[in-house]
């Protein structure tokens, strides 16, 4: 299984990329402006511009791996969790080419192409692996005992915390996607400004659930007391707070299970795995504790297709492959692969 050709079309990335086994030749991923008019992703445009772009991303980034299909030994897809018209973009588009050229292919969940984007950057992986799962959809720390092992230890409850970076710069009246946005402007801002809540859901640590919504609110009912002048005056501050709430306990949960686990490795995953605090936060905590933590390159944080063909390869390797009856999963669930 040399060169494999991997799709990702969960949300509004239209993605792919090919791997030499598990080298990454071409990545390319071309982001849907179209949705920034809304405050958030419309589903039915981000199905048509998937089908759209989807034939001329595959060729580029068939061209900068210089490569012909026909070199190709697999191919990988996202088939969920996400959006059902987007998912369906990406799997009809693989199982053609699957046809076409008589080689296999292999559905990916899309949360364990985030946890591969993470290893994609690392030289020697160790387990077991605390993973923090943090994107515009998923907040999850699952513990990674081997490869494509997982056991899920908590998730939210209600948003996600990319969600609450969202729905935090909607209420600021800042752009979408949200996280960029409050990372930045946060920067300059004093995160003890303003006391907003953190939900640790219970205070022992054992318990690895999140709730988001309650920040939300808290940003809201705090907004509603100012006038427009003292919000914009004050942006920097409120980011600050803001954003230290939602990594805070981030931060405390990962340690926590790395800790009862015993793992010597923490990973995070996914769109908010950019965040600079979440990224120093951690990397401070880990250092004191003597623990590793693996984190991603930026461009393989947010949604892309190189993150699916090193979890495909996984796979495909393996000789476990999937077939033409895959179906898409909008609330696929991240499950281990049979030993
Ligand atoms: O993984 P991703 O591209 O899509 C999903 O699978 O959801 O994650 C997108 C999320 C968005 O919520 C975005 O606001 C967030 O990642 N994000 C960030 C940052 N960069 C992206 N959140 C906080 N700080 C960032 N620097
Ligand atoms: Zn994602």
Redesign the pocket.
Known sequence: MKYILAVETS?DETSAAVLQESKVLSSIISSQEIHSKFGGVVPELASREHVRLITPIVKKALQEADLKPEQLDGLAVTYGPGLAGALLAGVNFIKGMAVSLDIPFIGVN?IEG?IYGNLLSQPEVKFPIIFLIV????TQIVLMEDDLQYKILGKTRDDAV??A??KGAKLLGLGY????E??RLAQSGNPQAVKFPRAYLKKSGSDYDFSYSGLKTSLLTYLNKLDKEDIQKNMPDICASYQAAAVEVLVHKTLAAAREFKAGQTAIA???A???LLRNWLQDECRKADISLYLPEFKYC??NAAMIGRAGYEYLKRGIYSDQSLNVYPSLKLVSAEK
């Open positions: 949300c899309h985030h994107s515009g959809g998923h990319g969600e970076f969202d996607p949200g996280g960029p409050i990372d996914g769109g908010v950019a965040n600079s947010t949604d």
